[in-house]
């Protein structure tokens, strides 16, 4: 079975840090681009940030760039999101992605075919 496992989520006052991980089972990602994404209560899903398979490239929407980075392990078959100077508009669920027939970081341009459950990220202002 097919699974990815974010965890690392929480809650943080405003400026602080978390790194979320996401841990895939069941079969190796490592060809496959995977990132992150979040929902706000009342707003729909969005990118955040993505890496392509050998880690090379990556992709990291406009209001999170300088902040957070995105990396993997493949060895590990983890990807993580260190998001640093944290906001209290970025408290969403984060969800872990994979997309096993795209290559590139823009995982908002492909479909990605794998999920997690998600992670609850909380920021006080």
């Known amino acids: 079975q097919v699974q990815l496992v974010e965890s690392g989520g929480g809650l943080v006052q405003a400026g602080g840090s978390l790194r979320l991980s996401c841990a895939a089972s069941?079969?190796?990602?490592?060809?496959?681009?995977m990132g992150w994404f979040r929902q706000a209560p009342g707003k729909e899903r969005e990118f955040v940030a993505g890496?392509?398979?050998?880690?090379?490239?990556?992709y990291h929407k406009d209001s999170v760039k300088g902040r957070f980075t995105i990396s993997r392990d493949n060895a590990k078959n983890t990807v993580y999101l260190q998001m640093n100077s944290l906001k209290s508009e970025d408290t969403a669920v984060y969800y872990c992605?994979?997309?096993?027939?795209?290559?590139?970081?823009?995982?908002?341009?492909?479909?990605?075919?794998?999920w997690g459950q998600g992670t609850q990220v909380t920021v006080s202002s």
């Open positions: 890496v392509t398979g050998s880690g090379g490239l990556t």
């Open positions: 992605a994979a997309d096993t027939y795209g290559t590139g970081a823009r995982m908002d341009l492909g479909r990605p075919d794998y």
């Open positions: 069941g079969r190796t990602f490592s060809r496959a681009a």
